[in-house]
């Protein structure tokens, strides 16, 4: 299995920028496609972004599209998620996850997750 840790969460302001990471670790990272969720309080995990193994195929939720781009670096193991114009409303913790087989928008197609990393913004 492959182990997931996010990092660069913190607290915003509204129009300001935040690059989160998830490095990964255990299983060949290459084999994976990734995604990025977000979970606000009281709310379901939500899709954001996905990538597929080598980074052709990418996806994104019609609410990030435009300031957010999700990428990876297969060589450093990890993927990223860079976040422009953010809003109070993309406060949430944010998850990334890995399968094997999907690049899918639903939590339940990943089969590995991180503990997730918090992201504030205010107004």
């Known amino acids: 299995q492959v182990q997931l840790v996010e990092s660069g969460g913190g607290l915003v302001q509204a129009g300001g920028s935040l690059r989160l990471s998830c490095a990964a670790s255990?299983?060949?990272?290459?084999?994976?496609?990734m995604g990025w969720f977000r979970q606000a309080p009281g709310k379901e995990r939500t899709f954001v972004a996905a990538i597929n193994w080598s980074g052709g195929t990418i996806r994104y939720a019609d609410s990030v599209k435009g300031r957010f781009t999700i990428s990876r670096d297969n060589p450093k193991n990890t993927m990223y998620l860079q976040m422009n114009s953010l809003k109070p409303e993309d406060t949430a913790v944010y998850y990334c996850?890995?399968?094997?087989?999907?690049?899918?928008?639903?939590?339940?197609?990943?089969?590995?997750w991180g503990q997730g990393t918090q992201v504030t913004v205010s107004s």
């Open positions: 255990g299983r060949t990272f290459n084999n994976y496609h």
């Open positions: 996850a890995a399968d094997r087989t999907t690049i899918g928008s639903l939590p339940s197609a990943y089969d590995y």
